[in-house]
């Protein structure tokens, strides 16, 4: 379907390449098809360009509920890593993403729980750190309503 779907993510044209992961996050929720793509949209996870970053943590995000080879368990670690960006919107985007991500797979909420509770937002601007905190603590509220919320799941 999509060959070099990895050069359009990285695209000079940003407007063109957000559009584009825009649609690949919409699609996701309602499809796998863009699953098959899963490692490609991983392999950009430390690309150097934030915006880059923003988007392949969405589009990872919300193809974690057709993760069933478990690909995710190979790059939850790279992904949590992003809480603490050195962006600070990757990092913001990060902690929203990580919601859905632990919506779909709960096996990942502890280890989610702990590395936002554990985040050093020091080096964030005062402008700034307030609303990463604002996002870790709604993050938290969804994953720990959603954990007790799981029977033997």
């Not at 360009?49 to 190979?74: C, G, H, M, P, T």
């Amino acid at each position: 379907m999509e060959e070099n779907i990895v050069a359009k993510l990285t695209a000079k044209d940003d407007k063109y390449a957000c559009a584009l992961a825009d649609h690949i996050v919409a699609e996701s929720q309602e499809t796998d098809i863009w699953y098959d793509y899963f490692d490609d949209f991983a392999s950009l996870l430390e690309h150097p360009k934030s915006l880059v970053r923003n988007r392949v943590l969405y589009i990872l995000a919300a193809n974690a509920q057709w993760d069933e080879e478990n690909r995710f368990d190979s790059i939850i670690g790279d992904f949590l890593t992003h809480i603490t960006d050195e962006k600070p919107i990757t990092a913001r985007q990060c902690v929203k993403a990580l919601a859905q991500v632990g919506l779909a797979k709960p096996q990942y909420i502890p280890r989610i729980l702990s590395c936002l509770r554990g985040a050093d937002l020091s080096k964030y601007k005062d402008s700034m750190r307030p609303l990463i905190e604002k996002d870790i603590a709604e993050t938290e509220k969804i994953l720990s309503t959603s954990r007790s919320g799981l029977g033997d799941g």
